[in-house]
């Protein structure tokens, strides 16, 4: 599949079942760079643990959203099986709105 790189600031949805490759698909974002410009900061945000994690590099893993969200600039966020845990969170819609932040939600 050919993708074109991704301009920053952006926010991306990507659905799908179970097992159907989301997260192999944001580590191939990753891999191959194709945010521009690449972020300094990746911040992945998960609900359940992936043995795929451990063979990322340069991404801080926190389980949950961690506290102190809204204050995140010039990072890329991950949100992975978190949706209904930010949904109503005030202070990370903030944070989403900021240009120097990007989320994916895988």
């Known amino acids: ?6 301009k920053h600031p952006f926010s991306m949805m990507i659905c799908g ?4 490759g989301k997260t192999f698909f944001v580590r191939r974002i990753l891999e191959t760079k194709l945010i521009k410009p690449f972020p300094p900061k ?11 994690f451990e063979k990322m590099s340069d991404i801080e893993f926190h389980e949950g959203i961690p506290s102190g969200a809204e204050n995140i600039t010039n990072a890329l966020i991950i949100i992975d099986d978190l949706m209904n845990e930010v949904g109503d969170d005030k202070n990370f819609q903030t944070c989403s709105r900021k240009e120097a932040t ?5």
């Open 1 to 6: 599949m050919e993708f074109s790189n991704l």
């Open 42 to 52: 990746i911040i992945w945000c998960y609900g359940i643990y992936q043995k795929l």
């Open 102 to 106: 990007i989320e994916i939600f895988p």
């Open 17 to 20: 079942p179970s097992n159907s």
